[in-house]
């Protein structure tokens, strides 16, 4: 609410977000920080930034103007900037709780392609004769033949190539592509991590 009274009365008084951060001696950044409620001002800095808007503190907190304007005290502005940066808190908890459950279901998915990769990979490179039930591990140089046999009701003789040949270099490249994506996601549930 704070975020977006700063912003309507900053438009309505014709003010870039350079501007007000010169009026009130802070940087661009501190502006934009308080209208995408990333940060909450200060009392004392809220006291400047209405005068400089011309709108009072209660206005500029959301509240109805009451028929005698009041000062308002520090310490009640203090404890409503209080009550401001708790709700900005929970605010970024639940977005750092959101964000790392997110993280933990892709590496999750991530981690089982990984798997199935791999797999894929390792059976790329084995060849079964499937007339003498041999598993062999094919080299890239080998020549792979087909096995002749008879399938059942079939006339003839029929060829049944099992395997393939060369080096499975898109299973390879999709194994290291998983392994890199998990890593990062390994990283991003560490950042996101509750400090103490």
């Not at 709780?97 to 089982?112: C, D, E, Y």
């Not at 392609?113 to 004769?129: F, H, K, R, Y």
């Not at 007339?131 to 059942?152: H, Q, W």
Request: include cysteine; proline fraction near 3%.
């Amino acid at each position: 609410m704070l975020n977006e009274n700063i912003k309507s009365y900053r438009k309505k008084n014709g003010l870039s977000q350079e501007d007000l951060a010169a009026k009130l001696n802070v940087v661009r950044q501190t502006v934009s920080k308080w209208e995408t409620g990333l940060s909450v001002p200060d009392a004392e800095m809220l006291i400047r930034l209405a005068e400089v808007l011309n709108t009072s503190v209660n206005s500029l907190l959301g509240e109805t103007e009451e028929s005698e304007p009041e000062k308002i005290s520090l310490t009640k502005l203090s404890q409503k900037l209080e009550l401001l940066t708790v709700q900005f808190a929970d605010h970024n908890e639940k977005h750092r709780k959101r964000t790392r459950i997110t993280l933990v279901i892709l590496l999750v998915i991530t981690l089982f392609l990984l798997i199935q990769s791999v797999i894929v990979l390792c059976a790329a490179s084995v060849t079964v004769d499937v007339s003498s039930t041999n598993v062999y591990f094919a080299e890239p140089s080998d020549e792979i033949t087909p096995s002749l046999g008879i399938i059942g009701g079939a006339d003839g003789p029929t060829a049944i190539l099992i395997a393939t040949t060369g080096f499975p270099w898109f299973e390879l490249f999709l194994s290291v592509l998983f392994l890199v994506a998990s890593v990062l996601l390994i990283i991003g549930i560490v950042k996101t991590k509750r400090k103490k």
